[in-house]
């Protein structure tokens, strides 16, 4: 994997981990949540704490984890948990006692700055202040960092410029751009006011500096002059070809083995995404798939013409819906409520926004699902009927026949419209029919009377 492949997945990385930590499942403890989104001196949170705002000041104790967006982070006290940040800027010079994850314009550690784990951050400036400290690693991406402080052990970055006049514990490896001369490189996209100077791109080791370990660099140029102190260890210069690779890669994609390796990749993303998501379905609502996967089987021709129909009503309906929310706003800004303008245009285009993913994951995904079920089922019991009644294996083989199947050149395309159709349809049946109203049976004084 060339060098420029994996800065761009460190970045990537480091952004899933902080969305990825959002999402986790947190333990049976209570959760508070502050309007104010502030805590003050003297102020204790025995929970996690969720805030968000124009601006998040931390002044007191959490004893949990805190979750925080807003424009501007402060955090002046004590978080004994985590904090997972996202922000314009984010400014740490009170304590974190678990790891710092954080996505913002800015991140900075003043000199009362104590994360006592881990650091992961993605943004455009790092600035770790002379007296702060990280007590585990450090992971972060962007244009440029600044260390001045400690970090106890590892440092893995992808940035434009690392300027390192702190201490390292252990070892440096980071990609950097080339050093350049005057003036800085003008950034490609805009930074909002309040963003720190942009420092020379390059790697520059100052003489008060201390790495514990290797220092190993990648980049297009060497740059050795940069580097004043020298660490403990090795300095190692991995050079990133340009040219040169790029043309080689091109000719690498053209190979057979290339191709062929590329196809079963392909295939292997297509059935794990396809599993996983059978899975959650055989979890969370066994009993609907298995309605939807009868009604399929029972009205094939019915579900099919439905699903087509759904699909267009669908995404023809949102457009629509797109256009009205977007005409009432302007409506309503015209009347001079333009705060309640972007108030329903928010409220009404988040929702439509929601309602668009889930339909879109049940075109894409659940419908193959569905058919590969449908597929698994029939392909089980008769061959292997003894295995039959086992879901996931079931599942598995639906699967892998399907993706086979849809991996064939025309006959695939075919096949995946109509798995699209079908499953959509019979789920839009199911729906349909659970949602009209039986008719009320007239009572006997009712039919005596008609009668009469």
Sequence with gaps: MSKVKKSVYLGVLMIF???????????????????DGKIEKGQMIDDDWF???????????IKGDLYAAANTIVINGVVHGSAFLAAQTIEINGAVKGSLYGAAQSLYLGEEARIERNLFYAGFALQAKAGSKVGKDALFTGYQAALEGQIQRDVLASVGALEVNGEIGRNVRVTVGEPEEGQTRSMPFYTAPGA???????????????????LTYSSTKEQSEGIKAK????VIYKPIETADRQTMLGKSRDSLPYRVGMYVLNRLQEIVTLF????????????HLQGWKERMKTEPLAAGISGLLTVLVGYGGAALLALVLLAIGILIGVLTLGGLSRTVLGIGFSSLGLALAIFSLIVTYVSKVLVSLWIGEWTMRRFAPQAAEKILLVLLVGILIYVFVRSIPILGWVVGLLATLVGVGA??????DRIRLPSKPMSSVEALSSDG
């Design 427 to 432: 789920i839009y049946l199911v729906l349909r």
């Design 196 to 214: 720190p100077p942009m420092i020379p791109t390059g790697l520059r080791i100052k003489e008060g500096a201390k790495i514990g370990g290797t």
């Design 276 to 287: 996983i998501i059978g899975l959650l379905g055989v979890w969370l609502l066994p009993q």
């Design 51 to 61: 805030a968000s705002g124009e601006r998040v000041v931390v002044d007191g104790v």
């Design 231 to 234: 660490p403990k260890g090795e």
């Design 17 to 35: 981990v902080f969305v990825f930590s959002l999402i986790i499942p947190m333990g049976v403890q209570a959760v508070e949540t502050d309007p």
